[in-house]
Nanobody
Framework: QVQLVESGGGLVQPGGSLTLSCTTSGFTFRLYYIGWFRQVPGQEREGVACIANSDGDTYYYTNSVKGRFTISKDNAAGTVYLQMNNLKPEDTAIYYC????????????????WGQGTQVSVSP
């Protein structure tokens, strides 16, 4: 059974940092792509970053997080991380990780397994 579990969310002040983890199981990690998304209640879900687990060179960031967020992976642990620095109030959202079989970046409909989400709140 394919599973993705996010962790690491919390409350942080503006300018602070958090590292999210997406721990996976039930599939051959290195063959797929992992994406991070976020959603504010009442708004559309937004793609944040993605990475190809087969190599370290294929990744993507949405413009609003470039230079602040870093996506990385640990193939042995089957885990993808999202290091978030210089957090801003507009980064407040529920963050989800998801698995795609196709590519990075990919439209959301190509992600076929999702985690339950972790809340990130950025507030003074």
């Amino acid at each position: 059974q394919v599973q993705l579990v996010e962790s690491g969310g919390g409350l942080v002040q503006p300018g602070g940092s958090l590292t999210l983890s997406c721990t996976t199981s039930g599939f051959t990690f290195r063959l797929y792509y992992i994406g991070w998304f976020r959603q504010v209640p009442g708004q559309e879900r937004e793609g944040v970053a993605c990475i190809a687990n087969s190599d370290g060179d294929t990744y993507y960031y949405t413009n609003s997080v470039k230079g602040r967020f870093t996506i990385s992976k640990d193939n042995a642990a089957g885990t993808v991380y999202l290091q978030m620095n210089n957090l801003k109030p507009e980064d407040t959202a529920i963050y989800y990780c998801a698995m795609a079989r196709t590519r990075c970046p990919a439209p959301q409909y190509e992600y076929d397994t999702w985690g339950q989400g972790t809340q990130v709140s950025v507030s003074p």
